[in-house]
Nanobody, 118 residues
């Protein structure tokens, strides 16, 4: 059974930084796209950033230039470095991965809270 386990959320002041990690484990044959989504209270879940197995990336306009997504394929782990955080970045952040195990499907992490507040 495949699991995605996230870590790194917390409370940070505006302008601060956080780094999220998400590790996939289980009977994994291959991981395709990995990404981060977020959901703020009263809002729909939205894509923050995604990265392919080859390293191509995609970002939401609201985080371009501030957030960086990366992955370590050997460790089945994806990271999200978040800099210059703003109060509007406050949300629950979810890891997502498209994994062959053995058939391809999307998996989700449990979510980690990020709060940006003074």
């Amino acid at each position: 059974q495949v699991q995605l386990v996230e870590s790194g959320g917390g409370l940070v002041q505006p302008g601060g930084s956080l780094r999220l990690s998400c590790a996939a484990s289980g009977s994994i044959f291959r991981i395709n796209v990995m990404g981060w989504y977020r959901q703020a209270p009263g809002k729909q879940r939205e894509l923050v950033a995604a990265i392919t197995s080859g390293g191509s990336t995609n970002y939401a306009d609201s985080v371009k230039g501030r957030f960086t997504i990366s992955r370590d394929n050997a460790k089945n782990t994806v990271y999200l470095q978040m800099n210059s955080l703003k109060p509007e970045d406050t949300a629950v952040y979810y890891c997502n991965a498209n994994i062959w195990a053995p058939i391809p499907r999307d998996y989700w992490g449990q979510g980690t809270q990020v709060t940006v507040s003074s």
